[in-house]
């Protein structure tokens, strides 16, 4: 009690304790869970709007040859290959290990540039423009949709790469990568059903 009447309970000292956490105690990783809700929602209704143009249309594809199987499937295997340094990268930051972070969040910017130039080459064999016709534009819209959210993955992870090697560093950045990871298990995934509206739909 004080003079006054007024009762302190003991002081903790939480100078020690981090001022971040991994996972739902953190708020950048509901940020990421929100972003990857609001952009499926984008995919989803992209490839719904494919469905609905091939419901309503004679004839489809519209006067152009399916895309060849070639690149977009060495892309999906490119991509699943990234899933491997991307979970490696995710622990190494979780266990705060700047070394191997760093090491890991490397080779995961080259599987993403291998992956964007291969993209680049998927563009140029579409068969079709965006401009031409419904067909066209469905799966230029959703190849590029796609492709945004690799262009934006690569720039962020090529970012906190270059933060690891250089500094200044603050723990919270593992949180940084670790979210990062989370977020390119959805472009990993988002790709495939996308992979098979592309390539495999008009085949059947």
């Known amino acids: 009690m004080t003079a006054g009447g007024e009762h302190r309970g003991d002081a903790v000292d939480v100078r020690g304790l981090p001022s971040y956490a991994f996972g739902q105690g953190s708020l950048m990783w509901w940020s990421t ?3 990857m809700l609001i952009e499926g929602t984008v995919f989803a209704i992209g490839v719904m709007m ?3 143009l091939r419901g309503v249309a004679s004839a ?22 990234s899933l491997w340094p ?14 191997r ?25 579409l068969n079709v423009s965006w401009h031409v016709n419904a067909y066209g534009s469905a799966i230029w819209l ?31 950045r593992f949180v940084d990568v ?12 988002s790709w495939l059903p996308i992979y098979a509206v592309i390539y495999l739909a008009p085949l059947a």
């Open 33 to 35: 869970m929100g972003l």
């Open 50 to 52: 494919y469905f609905y």
């Open 60 to 81: 489809w594809p519209f006067d152009a040859a399916p895309p060849a199987l070639r690149w977009g499937t060495l892309n999906t295997a490119i991509l699943l290959l």
């Open 86 to 99: 991307n979970q490696m990268a995710k622990r190494a930051a979780e266990r705060q290990d700047r070394v």
């Open 101 to 125: 972070t760093r090491r890991w969040l490397a080779v995961c910017v080259v599987f993403a540039v291998i992956f964007l130039a291969v993209r680049a080459l998927e563009f140029m064999t």
């Open 142 to 172: 959703l190849l590029g949709l796609h492709t945004t959210h690799l262009i934006t993955d690569t720039i962020d992870t090529a970012v906190l790469a270059v933060l690891l090697f250089t500094g200044p560093f603050e723990g919270k």
């Open 178 to 189: 670790s979210e990062n990871a989370l977020y390119w298990y959805f472009v990993v995934g």
